[in-house]
């Protein structure tokens, strides 16, 4: 079933369920006892109409079967958005058809979305060239200016080909935007829940698709920004093997620190996210003085070591309870599995997967 197989990340609730008493229509005090003696026939039973029949379950999500559906269902919702850029990238979160994905290029080449989902699909893709990557890099980096992602797109190309000078200059000038680390999760999600809607896909299924089927897509970016530890690694490495000054160690790694805290910071910050965010603060902060004060936090590097550990910590145990969490998901009603999903959206699915244990652990006391 659908449910079982993309339940992955979604959230949990307790139904709440009341009996309705019968007790008024045993007692017709309206009538005298000879009334009562007097009546032979009893009043007719209403009849009540038929339940309508449970609704078949749909394919499950990610086979071709599923892809048919989706497109059937929601042909009416993008066509009336006029196929716009949003509705194409939703279809394309459905169905994995790659025409869907290029309409959507061709179409609005400028919109920041459709470059960011163009870079997760060719950046996993052993077919797609450097230059086709580049194109949407330099897209990207044009249609969103202010969010460091495409820069670390083009650190990403640049560690690639081995070039560590480009690779060093974009993760500097990714450091220096205001914006934040930006995969547009919550915007397609958003996208997503009203197209499995106007497309009559039950409730508790549109939750749990609009999550997944988004979430799915922009994953390559997540794991994607923490191959850039890479680059920090080959630099320390040649710094050691060169015989780097401390000072040269120590730049490096305050460079490290900004790029984790920009991970740290991402809108709509996954478990993936924060627990690269944290892997790469303890590591950077290692290679710092500690006597060294940390930005404007008015601690040295050893005291936010430190706090970073313990935040590593409690991370890496949330990961271990987040299968638990994701089994007991499966019973989830519909209504908290949406309290879920907008919390996820909101603030982030660390955030909901911490309400999912405290609901599972307050369930089983």
Known sequence: MTRKTISRGLAIAVVLAGLLGLSRWMRPTSLPPVALMESKTPPPSKVLPASPAPAPPLPVFGTAAF????????????????????????????????????????????????CLAMLNHLFQKETATDGEKQHWVGRMIAADPENPLGLLYQARLAFKNNDMTAARAALESAVQKKGRINHYLRERM???????????????????????????????????????????????????GQNGTPE?????????????????????????????????????LTEINPETEIGNTGRNAAQELELALKAKDQLSELLKTSSAAHTY????????????????MLKGETAALQFLIEAMEKSNR
């Open 67 to 114: 892809a048919a559906m989706a497109k059937e269902r929601g042909a009416a919702w993008v066509g009336g958005r006029n196929r716009d850029a949003v509705s194409l990238l939703a279809l394309w979160d459905m169905t994995d058809d790659e025409n869907v994905l290029r309409e959507a290029a061709e179409k609005f080449p400028g919109n920041p979305q459709v």
């Open 190 to 240: 958003v996208t997503a829940k009203e197209g499995l809607l106007a497309s009559g896909v039950p409730l508790q299924d549109t939750y749990q698709l609009s999550m997944t089927g988004p979430m799915r897509k922009v994953s390559e970016g997540f794991s994607g920004t923490g191959s850039i530890a890479g680059i920090f690694k080959k630099e320390l490495e040649r710094l050691k």
């Open 248 to 284: 040269e160690k120590q730049e490096l790694a305050e460079l490290g620190l900004k790029v984790a805290e920009q991970q740290r910071l991402t809108e709509s910050p996954t478990l993936m996210t924060d627990l690269i965010a944290a892997n790469w603060k303890t590591k950077f």
């Open 329 to 344: 998901l499966q019973s989830a009603p519909a209504e908290m599995m949406g309290q879920y999903a907008d919390l996820a």
